[in-house]
């Protein structure tokens, strides 16, 4: 994996397409600990993912999950967790750009991340039921982006699904040419990264919490969310700039 963080975006690049750029321990581990960082960073406003080669990711290295006991099959699994988790808990907005095949633990990334771009000859599947091994933790990630039946299609059958279809289901945002998907990846991280930091981390992290809440309860928290976040000293500027019309200038807090 290679992290280069230039005018404000950090990029994150799988590179080890000659195994399909699996995610191994070390690669997983290696993804969170360069997301903390970018994570802890002021200058960063936003983060796309991306692959070498013509896969995205193939999903977990299969090589580290035989004759294993069931303590090393847990850790595989954690620090796929772990991961994942720091994908979502990161302020700044994290964007996949797939560019091929995302499957498995794959097809679970692009589903955690925030939003996602895909090319036309992209496809998505969770097609552990045809080797024994159910995805389970993707189901965690694809069923909550594109719904019950539809995740289950996709579990039971172990079918992929092209790139129309997945930005029909919601699993991703849009589909762009195959050339396009770093450019237009690139695109939407400029535009996230005009906002303010503390704007962006307050709503990044308020969509999470209030997803799955009853809507009243919801409606209660993020009613709170937002008369706090209307007396930051950047919500105030914006507003301000807004009708002085004149750009913001941020401040970060």
Request: aromatic share 4%; net charge negative; with cysteine.
């Given at each position: 994996m290679v992290a280069d963080v230039r005018?404000?975006?950090?990029?994150?690049?799988?590179d080890n397409a000659s195994r399909r750029n699996t995610l191994s321990v070390a690669t997983m581990q290696e993804i969170t600990a360069a997301l903390r960082e970018v994570g802890g960073s002021q200058e960063v406003g936003a983060v796309v993912?991306?692959?070498?080669?013509?896969?995205?990711?193939?999903?977990?290295?299969?090589?580290?999950?035989?004759?294993?006991?069931?303590?090393?099959?847990?850790?595989?699994?954690a620090v796929c967790t772990e991961m994942m988790q720091t994908v979502q808990e990161i302020p700044q907005p994290v964007i996949a750009a797939v560019q091929g095949p995302a499957l498995a633990a794959g097809c679970q990334l692009v589903a955690t991340c925030d939003l996602a771009v895909a090319a036309e000859t992209a496809v998505f599947g969770t097609p552990g039921v045809k080797i024994g091994l159910f995805c389970s933790t993707p189901m965690v990630a694809v069923s909550r982006a594109i719904g019950r039946k539809r995740a289950l299609q996709m579990l039971l059958t172990?079918?992929?699904?092209?790139?129309?279809?997945?930005?029909?289901?919601?699993?991703?945002?849009?589909?762009?040419?195959?050339?396009?998907?770093?450019?237009?990846?690139?695109?939407?991280?400029a535009q996230v990264a005009a906002a303010s930091p503390l704007t962006l981390k307050i709503g990044k992290q308020a969509f999470y919490r209030q997803i799955d809440l009853p809507q009243d309860q919801a409606y209660a928290e993020m009613s709170e969310v937002m008369a706090t976040n209307a007396?930051?000293?950047?919500?105030?500027?914006?507003?301000?700039?807004?009708?002085?019309?004149?750009?913001?200038?941020?401040?970060g807090e």
């Amino acid at each position: 994996m290679v992290a280069d963080v230039r005018d404000g975006i950090a990029t994150l690049t799988l590179d080890n397409a000659s195994r399909r750029n699996t995610l191994s321990v070390a690669t997983m581990q290696e993804i969170t600990a360069a997301l903390r960082e970018v994570g802890g960073s002021q200058e960063v406003g936003a983060v796309v993912v991306r692959a070498e080669g013509p896969a995205f990711s193939a999903g977990h290295d299969l090589g580290e999950m035989l004759d294993r006991t069931v303590e090393d099959e847990r850790y595989v699994f954690a620090v796929c967790t772990e991961m994942m988790q720091t994908v979502q808990e990161i302020p700044q907005p994290v964007i996949a750009a797939v560019q091929g095949p995302a499957l498995a633990a794959g097809c679970q990334l692009v589903a955690t991340c925030d939003l996602a771009v895909a090319a036309e000859t992209a496809v998505f599947g969770t097609p552990g039921v045809k080797i024994g091994l159910f995805c389970s933790t993707p189901m965690v990630a694809v069923s909550r982006a594109i719904g019950r039946k539809r995740a289950l299609q996709m579990l039971l059958t172990g079918q992929v699904i092209d790139a129309a279809t997945a930005a029909d289901w919601g699993l991703i945002n849009e589909v762009v040419a195959p050339g396009r998907v770093d450019e237009r990846a690139a695109e939407l991280a400029a535009q996230v990264a005009a906002a303010s930091p503390l704007t962006l981390k307050i709503g990044k992290q308020a969509f999470y919490r209030q997803i799955d809440l009853p809507q009243d309860q919801a409606y209660a928290e993020m009613s709170e969310v937002m008369a706090t976040n209307a007396m930051t000293c950047d919500a105030q500027e914006g507003m301000s700039a807004f009708l002085e019309k004149r750009p913001a200038v941020w401040r970060g807090e």
